[in-house]
């Protein structure tokens, strides 16, 4: 069984209008005292636990704010992206959730039809799918002294995973090039090229790159639920809340077990509607 740790998603910290029990879709209040708190909480835990590299964020402040926070505390990039913004919820936007729940109801129950002024879940969830499928590019270290390394100009470089050996724990090369080239003629044993397995002896070797580390998505309820609805092929179903949801300033890890995909919440588990 082969499984990873894909990434991390972080729901933003909270506003004002979580106090106020509105749905705040594309509404763009800051994070409140809390929600600063929040995120300062969960990027000292982050930073505690995970090899971090890349923070990205949805377009909205709640998201940039809480990305910028965390992003301090594990000295990483931060990345907007327009792919993590919420559910337009058109003219429910900064109703209130009560008054107006059966509303929101109705379009989660016909996902094709738009909310007025707005989108409709479907559009959601296929900007989530598309957003989140680059979940499934596990980029791997290029093997050294393949022809896909190409020729590092820059060389040399070490040579001890490169494949242009006769066995991994040889100290000789067999590239035909290298064989080939006279400055080499005089560590020419057998037809090999004799090598420092250490430092490298030619420039057709690239340096592997460096772990990437994880990268961090700081987006709302509503991407959140989606993207669990397609981990789970659920997008005929689309249940308003999930067991899986995250509460503000809350954690999961995306895991990725034999190519399929799966939520698992770290920090502040809680049932959570779309529109949030």
Request: one cysteine or more; a negative charge; proline letters at 6%.
């Amino acid at each position: 069984m082969s499984k990873r740790l894909a990434g991390l998603i972080v729901r933003h910290g909270s506003t004002i209008l979580n106090e106020d029990n509105a749905f705040r879709s594309r509404m763009d209040p800051e994070l409140d005292k809390k929600g600063v708190a929040q995120a300062e909480k969960i990027g000292k835990l982050i930073a505690s636990k995970y090899d971090v590299r890349t923070v990205i964020a949805g377009p909205l402040k709640r998201t940039v704010q809480t990305a910028d926070i965390i992003s301090e505390h594990c000295e990483a990039k931060v990345k907007q992206d327009r792919g993590l913004i919420s559910w337009d919820l058109g003219f429910l936007s900064g109703r209130d959730k009560d008054e107006y729940g059966a509303i929101l109801q109705y379009y989660v129950d016909h996902p094709k039809e738009k909310v007025p002024q707005g989108e409709s879940l479907d559009d959601l969830e296929q900007r989530t799918l598309e957003f989140f499928e680059r979940l499934k590019d596990d980029p791997q270290d290029e093997e050294s002294g393949t022809p896909q390394s190409g020729y590092a100009e820059d060389g040399p470089y070490h040579c001890k995973d490169c494949i242009h050996k006769p066995s991994k724990e040889s100290s000789y090369c067999n590239h035909p090039e290298i064989v080939a080239d006279p400055r080499n003629a005089k560590r020419k044993v057998n037809g090999l090229i004799q090598i420092n397995r250490e430092h490298g002896c030619c420039r057709y070797v690239k340096p592997k790159k460096e772990d990437p580390g994880l990268t961090v998505y700081i987006t709302h309820t509503s991407n959140i639920i989606a993207l669990e609805n397609l981990f789970h092929g659920n997008r005929d179903g689309r249940p308003e809340s999930n067991e899986d949801s995250i509460e503000p300033g809350g954690l999961a890890e995306i895991w990725e077990t034999d190519g399929e995909f799966d939520l698992k919440p770290v920090v502040g588990e809680k049932p959570a509607a779309f529109g949030e």
